[in-house]
């Protein structure tokens, strides 16, 4: 007894183009300026609020969000090591921002803490505050306040004669996530 097998196929031609693409996140250089940062209310229920000073300093953010960062996870496997790698999303970091007084500096009125901490406890109903970092970008972006603090520990401390001088002692933090890009 004899057997046999036979298969039939065609090789057919390469296509004359072969396209792939990606999408590259390029920052562009920028050192700033001196433009004052903005929040703007939905529908303008709150007066739009202009930063009286720039933050001394921020974090997760440049030209653009720095908040979808790439995440690898390296699993030891009995051969190899096992890689997953995951893309991301936007609103994964908060954006920190940072007036750095200590308990003799103000780098805040109270004025402008109490206006913040106003955005902050009113949210809105529907739609979304926007930022407007106007010192490094002319785009906005929609954003949930997290937290704000002054001094310290998630809280706000307050000091007797700062106040009557209409001071906030101590670093001022405003912690926000960026959702998307205002209209």
Known sequence: ???????????????????????????????????????????????????????????????????????????????????????????????????AGDDKTSRMPANFFRRLWEYFVNRPASGYITWWPKDRTTKGYQIVIESLQAGGDNAVTLHTGAIQEDLVLGEVVLVFRIVGEAD
């Open 1 to 99: 007894m004899e057997l046999t097998s036979e298969t039939t196929f065609t090789i057919q031609e390469t296509p004359d183009i072969l396209e792939e693409s990606v999408d590259l996140i390029l920052l562009p250089e920028n050192t700033g300026t001196y433009a004052l940062r903005e929040l703007r209310y939905p529908d303008d229920l709150l007066p739009p609020l202009v930063y009286e000073e720039n933050p001394d300093k921020w974090t997760n953010f440049d030209s653009a969000p720095l908040t979808a960062r790439p995440a690898l996870k390296a699993e030891m496997t009995l051969k190899d090591t096992a890689l997953a790698q995951w893309s991301g999303y936007l609103k994964d970091n908060p954006v920190k921002e940072f007036w």
